[in-house]
């Protein structure tokens, strides 16, 4: 039986003039995680937020009780510079520091922001790394990049250099509202059937009309945006969406 369903709205669609009731409202919906979407400029060609809005939405959710539980901030770093921005998100109240493999395989080893070094990092020192801070580590891979490029990382018998989540970008990261790439399902399948109990994570047009798709693959991770933050009832298609998952174990 594969992980049980987690859903994770994500927070780049809620209102942002009233952010952290919004984040609130999706927990009483049945929300399991929130979703926050970190843009640089630089990694993708769009900006959110950093650390300070984290900051100050996490006294709005209880956190976790237990890794991977309810109310885990889901930080999704699309950003060049990974490694230097851990201790931040850390600080800020991030749970889970899910970085994109392509930023993790050409940034720098640097820890702080105004830090710099010609030392490269990578994804195994990085999951380390986040381990190391006290967070979940996640690591995520844009429709280009081929899945079995994860295998070593997940194989390695270094446990703490294994990442607690893998991401599969169900669209071009940068922007949210775009459409839904089924062509990305076949990577979900094989993740799910080489590593039955890893949490794996879709982002990117998921809705009533595509989630059995990603449930039929093996998601068990479910982020959507606009289709739960535009709902006239946010906890009807919250519950559609983990029922979807939840059948398909």
Not at 20 to 33: K, L
Not at 55 to 66: E, F, L, M, Q, V
Request: glycine share 8%; charged share 20%; hydrophobic share 45%.
């Amino acid at each position: 039986m594969s992980p049980a369903a987690i859903i994770a709205p994500s927070i780049l669609s809620a209102d942002f003039a009233a952010l952290g009731a919004a984040c609130v409202d999706t927990i009483h919906h049945g929300a399991d995680w929130l979703h926050i979407d970190i843009m640089d400029g630089h990694f993708v060609p769009n900006m959110t937020f950093g650390a300070p809005v984290v900051t100050k939405i996490r006294p709005h959710i209880a956190k976790p009780s237990t890794p991977h539980g309810k109310g885990t901030f889901d930080c999704h770093m699309m950003i060049a510079e990974p490694k230097k921005w851990v201790k931040d998100f850390r600080k800020a109240g991030c749970d889970l520091y899910c970085f994109h493999y392509e930023a993790a395989v050409s940034s720098t080893a640097a820890e702080k922001p105004q830090e710099n070094t010609h030392r490269q990092t990578n994804p195994k020192e990085l999951i380390s790394y986040i381990h190391a801070n006290d967070m979940l580590a996640g690591i995520a891979i844009k429709p280009g990049t081929p899945v079995d490029i994860l295998f070593e990382i997940l194989d390695n018998p270094e446990k703490n250099e294994v990442p607690d989540m893998v991401l599969v970008m169900t669209v071009e990261p940068g922007f949210g509202g775009q459409s839904f790439m089924a062509n990305m399902m076949p990577k979900v399948e094989a993740l799910r059937q080489r590593y039955p109990d890893l949490n794996i994570e879709v982002d990117g047009g998921l809705a009533e009309g595509t989630i059995d798709q990603a449930a039929d693959a093996g998601a068990n991770v479910i982020v959507a945006g606009s289709a739960v933050f535009g709902a006239k009832d946010p906890a009807d298609v919250i519950s559609k969406l983990r029922a979807a998952v939840e059948k398909r174990r």
